[in-house]
């Protein structure tokens, strides 16, 4: 059974849900050249670049992290955090680091792997090809939200069977 998740919940406003809910509508794969123009990147260990084409959000950033998802779990890093669901995990972690601008080594010592329950950040992890990718959105810093948006839950770590069914992790 897949831990419980707070996507009923209530908290402050958040971004409406539905643009992470269509996020692999805007991702692309490919070279770094390919993707300049992308709002934000991530880039893989064998050359290729997750670029984030969605649209642009007043008062809200975005950030993604991708992973092979076939790639070994460095050693040092699966005898601190384990092995199972890491890569999800990490880019969930490393999405909530660009986000809140924290060195992911200061990150680790506060939550390790783990995102805070009261953070500000919600997410969306998937498999896309054979990635892992995170897409996570929280408001800027001194931004006002654009009307319209929602309160919603998180789109964390939990599993459930709508999930499974849509390719997310």
């Known amino acids: 059974m897949p831990p419980p998740s707070d996507l009923d919940r209530l908290v402050r406003p958040r971004p409406v849900p539905g643009l992470l809910a269509v996020a692999e509508q805007h991702l692309r794969i490919g070279a770094p050249a390919d993707l300049?123009?992308?709002?934000?990147?991530?880039h893989?260990?064998?050359?290729?670049?997750?670029?984030?084409?969605?649209?642009?959000?007043?008062g809200w950033r975005v950030a993604i992290d991708a992973e092979r998802a076939d790639a070994p779990v460095p050693p040092a890093l699966a005898r601190r955090f384990g092995v199972e669901d890491f890569w999800a995990r990490w880019t969930r972690a490393e999405c909530c680091c660009k986000l809140a601008d924290v060195p992911v080594a200061a990150w680790w010592r506060r939550h390790g792997l783990s995102?805070?329950?009261?953070?500000?950040?919600?997410?969306?992890?998937?498999?896309v090809a054979?990635?892992?990718?995170?897409?996570?959105?929280a408001p800027a810093p001194g931004g006002v939200p654009t009307p319209g948006f929602v309160a919603a839950?998180?789109?964390?770590?939990?599993?459930?069977?709508?999930?499974?069914r849509h390719g997310s992790l």
């Open 36 to 42: 300049a123009d992308a709002a934000t990147r991530s």
């Open 44 to 58: 893989l260990d064998d050359g290729r670049c997750v670029g984030w084409y969605g649209p642009r959000t007043p």
């Open 115 to 127: 995102t805070p329950a009261d953070g500000s950040a919600v997410w969306r992890t998937l498999r």
């Open 130 to 137: 054979d990635l892992v990718v995170t897409v996570g959105v």
């Open 153 to 164: 839950g998180r789109a964390g770590p939990g599993l459930d069977a709508a999930a499974v």
